[in-house]
């Protein structure tokens, strides 16, 4: 037997067993036959369920205020309060007076926004390394 021969033995072969795992995967997905007229089973997507939303969209005005008072005083315990923070804060508490739910929860919640964003600029500030190596 020549080394062609031998070859095309191997190739053979071995398109063999590729086609019978082809023939033995396509039929482990077919279903069973049913009798005739019978309805196809057919899966049924079963939806999660939704999570519950609050009728009221706007969060608690005195939830957000207390939270924006706090994240204010460890602004301002780190040195890093916002000039317009504070005034946010007082805009909010008068907007709530005057009756002004929606602008007071928008406000204390830009104030909270702000004193986070303060806190986050006062740890990034505390890392920072100068290399004042020269380089060439």
């Known amino acids: 037997m020549t080394s062609i021969e031998g070859h095309s033995l191997k190739l053979a072969a071995a398109l063999g067993l590729f086609t019978g795992a082809l023939v033995l995967h ?17 899966a049924i997507a079963v939806k999660p369920p939704e999570p519950k939303r609050s009728r009221d969209k706007t969060p608690d005005y005195a939830s957000v205020v207390t ?24 805009a909010s508490r008068e907007a709530q007076k005057t009756g002004n739910l929606e602008e007071a929860v928008k406000l204390a ?4 926004d702000e004193a986070l964003l303060a ?4 740890a990034d500030g505390a890392n920072i390394k100068s290399d004042y190596t020269y380089r060439r």
């Open 26 to 42: 396509g039929c482990a997905g077919t279903a069973p036959e049913q009798p005739e007229g019978a309805q196809p089973q057919t």
């Open 67 to 90: 939270r924006a008072e706090q994240e204010v005083k460890r602004a301002a315990d780190k040195g890093f309060l916002w000039l317009n923070t504070e005034s946010y804060l007082s």
């Open 109 to 112: 919640q830009k104030a909270l």
């Open 119 to 122: 806190q986050k600029q006062a």
